[in-house]
T-cell receptor, first 109, second 118 residues
Framework: QKEVEQDPGPLSVPEGAIVSLNCTYS??????FMWYRQYSRKGPELLMY????GNKEDGRFTAQVDKSSKYISLFIRDSQPSDSATYLC?????????FGTGTRLTVIP | GAVVSQHPSRVICKSGTSVKIECRSL??????MFWYRQFPKQSLMLMAT?????????EQGVEKDKFLINHASLTLSTLTVTSAHPEDSSFYICSARSGSSLAKNIQYFGAGTRLSVL
């Protein structure tokens, strides 16, 4: 079983839609949870990080962590064409990051 | 926010030559830096972890003599691909982690280097 599972998509939504991206994980030692956005041929850009369970909001983005279910989500409200990218979840306990495979999102104008 | 600069962004070289990629943390001290490789439409694969002033720790299957890593200061790490061959063509990305307690588990990534070996 992989440490982190993420649906690779691709996911296509119309502009303005609410997007939900999810990851599950198996290691209960993970404490830090991150979402990165990666545009084609670029390095990942940190969008949000959360420590332990709970919600965190930043503009149109909301990250949720449910440690009891080992499930994390990223919600994008009022999605824009500029949000089209691959979204990677990542998590760590103390050292290395464990990544999901990434979900490719396309927001259609 | 924390900025990591990676150089060059693109390099094309002949088979058998060596290529050096630089990774710099611009506004923070990076006690640990990481080097990843990414194949098309795949996630990042960790190659090695380097701590300032120490030898790098390589992941299983990564040849340390092929991929030389130097982390001589708290703001600079370099990856040298020695005697590059076409199968080394890939997208290489570095990341840096701050030593500060507030963000010690967060990795910030460079923009990546696309290496093409002819």
């Amino acid at each position: 079983q992989k440490e982190v599972e993420q649906d690779p998509g691709p996911l296509s939504v119309p502009e303005g839609a609410i997007v939900s991206l999810n990851c599950t994980y198996s290691n209960s030692a993970f404490q830090y949870f991150m979402w990165y956005r990666q545009y084609s041929r670029k390095g990942p850009e940190l969008l949000m990080y959360t420590y332990s369970s709970g919600n965190k909001e930043d503009g149109r983005f909301t990250a949720q962590v449910d440690k009891s279910s080992k499930y994390i989500s990223l919600f994008i409200r009022d999605s824009q064409p500029s949000d089209s990218a691959t979204y990677l979840c990542a998590m760590t306990g103390a050292n290395n990051l464990f990544f999901g495979t990434g979900t490719r999102l396309t927001v259609i104008p | 926010g924390a900025v990591v600069s990676q150089h060059p962004s693109r390099v094309i070289c002949k088979s058998g030559t060596s290529v050096k990629i630089e990774c710099r943390s611009l506004d923070f001290q990076a006690t640990t830096m990481f080097w990843y490789r990414q194949f098309p439409k795949q996630s990042l694969m960790l190659m090695a972890t380097s701590n300032e002033g120490s030898k790098a720790t390589y992941e299983q299957g990564v040849e340390k003599d092929k991929f030389l890593i130097n982390h001589a200061s708290l703001t600079l790490s370099t990856l040298t691909v020695t005697s590059a061959h076409p199968e080394d063509s890939s997208f290489y990305i570095c990341s840096a982690r701050s030593g500060s307690s507030l963000a010690k588990n967060i990795q910030y990534f460079g923009a990546g280097t696309r290496l093409s070996v002819l």
